[in-house]
């Protein structure tokens, strides 16, 4: 019964906030006048109502009214009410660490695994996976565990960057991060460039978006997974 | 009773492992015939082994020889009695695990107070700080806590990156990461750039190096701190 969108990032550049996924959000929340935005990862490091205005701007030209989970006293019920969950991007540890210390982890899970839409944009998406522990981000605070909704079988490395041959940088690429998690630890990733999204129905997953994707999996070589195929090599 | 070098990087673009660097080495560990190597961060997850012996082999052409700390049976023994210590780099949620977990932190914060030297690249330079959550690593493991040695009145950004003013891509730059760090965090954080390292000599503390380090403190504008100056307007 699941229903999903998990976007690599809200934004491609030189667009609107969400405008170049608005036809496939308008699809998913087809039949909802009101959702609820989770602002909890809040992006270099804007208020509850900022981010949820922002996400309230864009929806409304599809006609869907958008509410911050922040503005509910029962944080839970308003969670099984929602018609359509959304969770934006920004710093994924702020992000997990508010859903766990509030107990809101697992009922968020369960209304996803009930059909409630739910759409996910970088930490948004990140927090989709079994863990967090394929972010981006820096740890700016600690959370009470990496466990997120696990509402796929792997976990996602959002905004997902090739390496840069012409770099002289010496920090780690993406690829040889992803694969030092490989060392500890054993689900896939997928590695979804900007622009990407898996499309989650029921149990199928499909890569949407114009770019492949990269599957890393322990002990073999990464793959790309082309545009509009299904995730089932590895799920 | 400090003498420590915190290095950004164990090795700058089209060099060997440490080699712009080892002219300080020597100063550092001058009257040392051997060291301990710390290697819990295992770079792309190679081998303790492995990895003490790139270190082994770097600090040959000066002379002195390297342990790899995992040989002792008594580590926080080896720690008290070593004459050098150096701690590579790698992932920095893997070494600051495995020091919390053998109950190594605090030895190890004691002996660099003491004045053992102290020599540190990427990895081992965020641990100098107070907290290590303004690395860049992935969080491949859960460690117990985020708080590291604490030999620097700061946090540390190691592998320091401007921004690409032509980038496309939308992932958060080093600068608004560390931004979103001081939303929740109070302590300055030094950026160091690929080439710079700390000169910790008691409470001296001095950039050194050709480049800038950017300084990033609450509710102030970055400054740039320029080379050979020391560090006295945040400590």
């Known amino acids: 019964m699941k229903n999903a969108i998990l976007a690599s990032t809200s934004t491609l550049h030189g667009q609107q906030y969400l405008s170049y996924l608005l036809p496939e959000i308008a699809k998913l929340f087809k039949g909802c006048s009101e959702i609820i935005f989770i602002p909890f990862a809040r992006p270099g490091g804007i208020t509850h109502e900022e981010y949820t205005s922002l996400a309230k701007k864009a929806l409304q030209s599809i006609s869907i009214n ?13 969670l099984k009410e929602a018609q359509g969950l959304f969770t934006g991007g920004g710093n994924t540890f702020l992000l997990v660490d508010k859903l766990h ?3 809101l982890m697992m009922p968020l899970r369960e ?8 759409l996910g944009s970088s930490a948004g998406t990140n927090i989709g996976g079994l863990t967090m522990q394929t972010t981006n981000d820096m740890p700016i605070i600690y959370p009470p565990s990496f466990k997120t909704l696990g509402i796929v079988p792997f976990n996602i490395n ?7 041959l012409h770099s002289k940088h010496k920090g780690e690429t993406r690829e040889t991060r992803i694969k030092e998690f490989h060392t500890l630890n054993t689900q896939p990733v997928v590695g979804l460039r900007e622009g990407s999204w898996l499309e989650i129905k029921d ?16 002990g073999k070589e990464p ?5 509009n195929t299904k995730l089932t090599s590895i799920i």
């Open 158 to 164: 959002p905004h997902y960057l090739d390496p840069d």
């Open 101 to 103: 210390r509030n107990n």
């Open 203 to 218: 149990n199928d997953i499909t890569l949407r978006g114009t770019l492949s994707a990269r599957i890393f999996t322990v």
């Open 223 to 227: 793959i790309e997974l082309a545009s």
């Open 111 to 118: 209304q996803i695994l009930k059909g409630t839409p739910y």
């Open 66 to 78: 958008v509410k911050g989970l922040h503005e509910f006293e029962d944080k839970e019920q308003a």
